[in-house]
Nanobody
Framework: QVQLVESGGGLVQAGGTLRLTCTTS????????MGWYRQAPGKERELVAT???????NYADSVKGRFTISRDNAKNTVYLQMNSLKPEDTAVYYC????????????WGQGTQVTVSS
């Protein structure tokens, strides 16, 4: 089991920045993949960014160059730095952790709301 707690969401104007934080109950080194997903009203949940235990990162095309995923192993924390925010980034952002063979175990945080005003 992995518990995930997100924080850092809020209301920001277009062009602004936010940093989301996800703290895990397990050592990040024992988690295969950490990631951020988002879900806007009326839309499906979508991948934003992921980072493997080896440090490989992957980003959605819509956030490349604006968002950065990073981690602090000592704090069991993963971050999502969001710059140059756009109104279309408005969504509930969820932290995700995958463990086990072929990442068969998936865990989710409770979500944090990000609202970008125009």
């Amino acid at each position: 089991q992995v518990q995930l707690v997100e924080s850092g969401g809020g209301l920001v104007q277009a062009g602004g920045t936010l940093r989301l934080t996800c703290t895990t109950s397990r050592s990040i080194g024992s988690i295969n993949v950490m990631g951020w997903y988002r879900q806007a009203p009326g839309k499906e949940r979508e991948l934003v960014a992921t980072m493997t235990s080896g440090g490989l990162t992957n980003y959605a095309d819509s956030v490349k160059g604006r968002f950065t995923i990073s981690r602090d192993n000592a704090k069991n924390t993963v971050y999502l730095q969001m710059n140059s925010l756009k109104p279309e980034d408005t969504a509930v952002y969820y932290c995700n952790a995958k463990t086990g063979l072929i990442n068969k175990n998936a865990y989710w945080g409770q979500g944090t709301q990000v609202t970008v005003s125009s």
